[in-house]
């Protein structure tokens, strides 16, 4: 079975463009979550999705950052224009239906570096 | 800010000595669950157990141990016999009420041969 794809696995850009990461979560799996990882704030979640809807973005860092699920097996995170202090791994998970304590699922994650 | 606490930022061990990594988690909720997740070098974050509020009994998975006391809000996590290829990052996790996963700040685990 297919895990959690991310894509790109790395992207590279410059200061002020845009970066939209991918997610292409479990096949049936109705949670997705976007976390990000960096040595000063360890994993901090984004946002979360339930039935495509979002729960919960008090995460998302500023308006520069946007996610969007339009259905069950796609969402993206895109950051408008990056900053240098972007530069981050950025994990995307889901999980199945059920009580909403079942484990997530991450994806190998997407290591950006904005210069 | 209900959190989880991984005290130990760094641990490095000789191969088969015993690890145990410490967790403390914070909550107001009577229901809520539990996790460590490994996430060795390549990056993956690779669930390794979950263990519900109700159930205090402490569980063995072949060289891991997981210690679970509501007294203290402690889940601690050992390797028994460590292997160089249990080097990895290892968090604590806990579920809150609204569904989302609070990581601990990770600890480092390094087990050289």
């Known amino acids: 079975d297919a895990g959690v794809i991310q894509s790109p696995r790395h992207e590279v850009t410059e200061m002020g463009q845009e970066v939209t990461l991918r997610c292409k979560p479990i096949?049936?799996?109705?949670?997705l979550f976007w976390y990000r990882q960096t040595m000063m704030r360890g994993l901090e979640l984004l946002i979360y999705f339930n039935n495509n809807v979002p729960i919960d973005d008090s995460g998302m860092p500023e308006d520069r950052f946007s996610a969007k699920m339009p259905n069950a097996s796609f969402s993206t995170l895109k950051i408008q224009p990056s900053e240098p202090r972007d530069s981050a791994v950025y994990f995307c998970?889901?999980?199945?239906?059920?009580?909403?304590?079942?484990?997530?699922?991450f994806g190998s994650g997407t290591q950006l570096s904005v210069l | 800010a209900q959190k989880v606490t991984q005290a130990q930022t760094e641990i490095s061990v000789v191969e088969k000595e015993d690890v145990t990594l410490d967790c403390v988690y914070e909550t107001r909720d009577t229901t809520y669950y539990l996790f460590w997740y490994k996430q060795p070098p390549s990056g993956e974050l690779v669930f390794l157990i979950r263990?519900?509020?109700?159930?205090?009994q402490n569980e063995i998975s072949g060289r891991y141990s997981w210690n679970f006391q509501k007294s203290t809000s402690s889940f601690n996590f050992t390797i028994t016999a460590s292997q160089v290829v249990d080097s990895a990052v290892y968090f604590c996790?806990?579920?809150?009420?609204?569904?989302?996963?609070?990581f601990g700040q990770g600890t480092t685990l390094q087990v050289k041969p």
């Open positions: 996790a806990r579920d809150s009420n609204t569904g989302k996963l609070i």
């Open positions: 263990r519900n509020s109700f159930d205090e």
């Open positions: 998970a889901s999980r199945p239906p059920g009580t909403g304590y079942e484990k997530l699922f």
């Open positions: 096949s049936g799996h109705n949670s």
